[in-house]
């Protein structure tokens, strides 16, 4: 797999190891700001884990780590919509370069199969309804421009090459070990903190939340049951605005609705995600975890590992983060 020091990432090293006896997992992470061994102290001493330190874009490095290696599950990518607003560079070159170069190395090596770890916000903003797998595309930020990029290159390759590629496509993501410049982590921590937690717009936007373990999953099951050249999406069904998850976010931790502050919106703001999952049901894939349960967990894993992220936001993401709400 790869970016498996990251959030998703981590989580599905964990899952795999945990359900799976049988398999083994190498790790191909370049540890960017958003990698971090810690999230997997857990697994380090298992003989089945090997971790590789590498760069997706380096073509010696990924035909190595994928010696011997059965399936790919590929999860690295640059992730934070901000960030692509206020550069791209970074995320053409992982998103779309490293993903040729991992297709062109899984060609060459005859992997048995491809997993195109992909996002929802390909889709673009939906007023209504929910999006299925073949509607057109329509990306809004550099980000989901690029992961569109991606998905469809992965595609490509198995139309061309034959080479047996799976996409997912999932809602957002939360759950432990989840960057703290992502909403619902930043929004815990800043509460755990007393400090203002900035709310973007009107708050009216709504994401269908899933669980991270959920979404490990789903992709679990695409891997071992999906068709080859098949999209499939994953989303959790729960669709909640912004503001209303930020309250549920502070009444779980006692804190005032006070400190909510409204900041500029992001510019290119999708309003609205909503997925129809109906083909990953399919291959007989549902949601575990309710919504307000997964929170409520996702609330108390941050209050019980301030020692995982106080380093983070004390950090050079400190910097990032007064950059990014200073001028709001
Ligand atoms: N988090 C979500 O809500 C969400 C939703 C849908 C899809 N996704 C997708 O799931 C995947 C994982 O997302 P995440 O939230 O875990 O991301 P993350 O930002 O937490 O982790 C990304 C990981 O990729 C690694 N990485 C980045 N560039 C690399 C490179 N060039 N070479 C090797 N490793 C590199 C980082 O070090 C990090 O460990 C991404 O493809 C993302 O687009 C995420």
Not at 1 to 15: E, K, P, Q
Not at 250 to 265: A, C, R, W, Y
Not at 269 to 288: F, T
Not at 289 to 318: C, M, N, Q
Request: net charge neutral.
């Amino acid at each position: 797999m790869t970016g498996g020091a990251g959030f998703i990432g981590s989580n599905f090293a964990r899952h795999i190891l945990g359900s799976h006896p049988e398999d083994s997992v190498v790790n191909l992470d370049k540890l960017t700001y958003a990698g971090n061994l810690e999230n997997l102290r857990d697994l380090e001493k298992d003989p089945r884990y090997r971790f590789v330190r590498g760069d997706i874009c380096d073509r010696v490095v990924v035909r190595e780590a994928m010696e011997g290696v059965d399936a790919v599950v590929h999860c690295a990518a640059e992730t934070h919509v901000d960030r692509s607003n206020a550069g791209a560079g970074e995320f053409l070159t992982t998103n779309v370069s490293g993903t040729f170069t991992l297709l062109e190395a899984a060609r060459e090596r005859k992997i048995q199969r491809f997993v195109a770890v992909g996002t929802d916000e390909v889709y673009g903003s939906i007023a209504k309804g929910a999006a299925r797998e073949l509607d057109p595309l329509n990306p809004s930020n550099p980000y989901s421009a690029s992961k569109a990029a991606a998905d469809l290159l992965a595609r490509a390759y198995w139309t061309t090459h034959r080479l047996p590629v799976v996409v997912t496509r999932s809602s957002n993501n939360f759950g432990p070990y989840q960057y703290p410049e992502k909403v619902i982590p930043l929004f815990i921590t800043n509460a755990l903190e007393d400090t203002p937690l900035p709310l973007y717009g009107d708050g009216k936007n709504v994401r269908d939340w899933l669980y991270v373990l959920d979404n490990c999953a789903a992709i679990d099951v695409v891997l071992r049951k999906g068709k080859d050249g098949e999209i499939y999406n994953i989303g959790g069904g729960n669709e909640v605005e912004n503001v209303v998850l930020t309250r549920q976010v502070l009444h779980l931790l006692g804190k005032p609705e006070s400190l909510i502050t409204s900041v500029k919106d992001r510019p290119g703001h999708d309003r609205r995600y909503a997925l129809d999952s109906g083909k990953v049901a399919a291959l007989g894939w549902k949601p575990a975890h309710s919504f307000g349960a997964a929170l409520e967990a996702t609330v108390a894993w941050y209050r019980d590992h301030e020692a995982w992220w106080k380093p983070i936001k004390s950090g050079a993401f400190r910097a990032y983060y007064e950059k990014q709400y200073s001028s709001r």
